[in-house]
């Protein structure tokens, strides 16, 4: 997988045509070979004798030789020169920019191919710059994330990462780990003569800090798991109390059929919105009732699977109901219950025609409370400045936010193994045993920016990135 070799790619999509497409090359003797088939407008410019980060303009021939013969033309380009250390991927690089017809992007190609550079596989130009360390490995998961981002919010997360927040993190660190491994190894080596260098060590306040700094970045990864997929927010509530009309007045538009007819939605319908940056999934649901309808029963079992995978539940209630306030609350609490850990909003619909006059002793028991009509689009975009608000405060109450799955699963890996060690000082046992753990604990850290790892993660981890990237 990990060679030296020259590799090329388009770097533009291939679907339609448009005005330029970019064709990428990387490795040493990519600048010589374009040299071979370019001719500057400048008469005897050679690209070598180029300063790196420069633009070029002239003609792509199949042989310099037969410039003078129009049918060995093939394009007029742009030419733009990277050299190493100072490129993307840390080689000399070339970036030809051609006109964007497909004819042109493939006999450049074949051009290239023929003059001994062979196509670059998915991620290849980002696993050189990872294997000459102009990145860490993170950084290089958060350029798969930043072209892959629909919404700002997730764009923002993946551009603090491609800077370096989440690596800066993880070598802060390692660099403690490291310091207190080093002042084990010293009394390890040292043990006969009785010298003890960790005397004044504070190893409560040490460990804390490492479990405290570990929890807070496992903690966050529901939360950019959420953003980077879309915040899941669940429509729930009695058949007929308005919530396929709420659901169609978030979305703008008719995705739910709507009935006088209690039962009508069976099936969880999704919608997406973007709000305030922030990418918003919509589930409408059925009615949760008893029935012995073999659908609507099996609709009810959709609902309660989808309020489990959801960030956010809409329990909704038919706001011009006769139904006493008592056992509105009643209803509230019992969803509250059941997920003390989810984010509650209550929306009293229908508001328009309500026979409920007073709401101060209603609306005081809950936080997050609202009065709509959804069927007049009132109160909606309260719900939605609500929503987003939420969830940018939580951005905002976390330093990094980790998105990738492996690095949530290392960094609980990473944690155990602290404590572990922290036990075992605790318990007065061996230094030994203590620095098995530590240096786990580091293997684990190393694994997230790729200071360990191997080429079976480095080709599942490139496999996902697009060709030309």
Known sequence: ?????????????????????????SGKNSISIVEDVFISVKPGKKLDHQSTHTIHMGYLV???????????????????VFKTPFSYTGENMIEISCHGSYYIQQKILQLLIKKGIRLARPGEFTLRAFLNKKIDLSQAEAIADLISSENKVFHDIS????????????????????????????????????????????????????????????????????????IIVVIVGSPNVGKSTLFNSILKEERSIISDKEGTTRDCIEG?????????????????????????IIGVKKTMKKIEESEVILYVFDFSSIKSQNEIIDDIHSIY???????????????????????KHLKSRFSHFFEVSAKNNHGIDEILRTLSHLFIKKLKDKNVIITQS????????SLREI????????????????????????????EITGETTNEDILKNIFSKFCIGK
């Open 406 to 413: 492996r690095h949530y699963e290392a960094l609980k890996l």
């Open 1 to 25: 997988m990990i060679n030296d070799d020259t590799i090329a790619s388009l770097a533009t999509p291939t679907i339609g045509s448009g005005a330029i497409s970019i064709i990428r090359i």
């Open 159 to 230: 551009l603090q990462q491609i800077k370096g927040s989440l690596s800066n993190t993880i070598k802060h660190l390692r660099n403690k780990l490291l310091d207190f491994a080093s002042i084990l190894e010293l009394e390890l080596d040292f043990s006969e003569e009785n010298l003890i260098f960790s005397d004044r060590f504070d190893f409560s306040l040490f460990f804390d800090e490492l479990k405290k700094t570990l929890k807070d970045l496992i903690e966050s990864f529901s939360l950019g798991n959420a953003i980077k997929r879309g």
């Open 337 to 359: 219950k059941k997920y003390p850990s989810k984010n509650i909003f209550i929306v009293a619909n229908k508001s328009d025609i309500s026979y409920l006059k007073n709401l």
């Open 419 to 446: 404590c572990l060690a922290h036990d075992v000082i605790n318990k007065g046992l061996s230094e030994d045993l203590i620095s098995i753990h530590i240096k786990e604990a580091l293997r684990h850290l190393g």
């Open 272 to 296: 997406e919105i973007i709000f305030n940056g922030i990418l918003f999934k919509f589930m409408d649901t059925a009615g949760i009732r008893r029935s012995k309808d073999p659908i609507e």
């Open 62 to 80: 199949e042989e310099v030789e037969k410039e003078i013969e129009e049918e060995n033309f093939l394009d007029q380009v742009l030419i733009s």
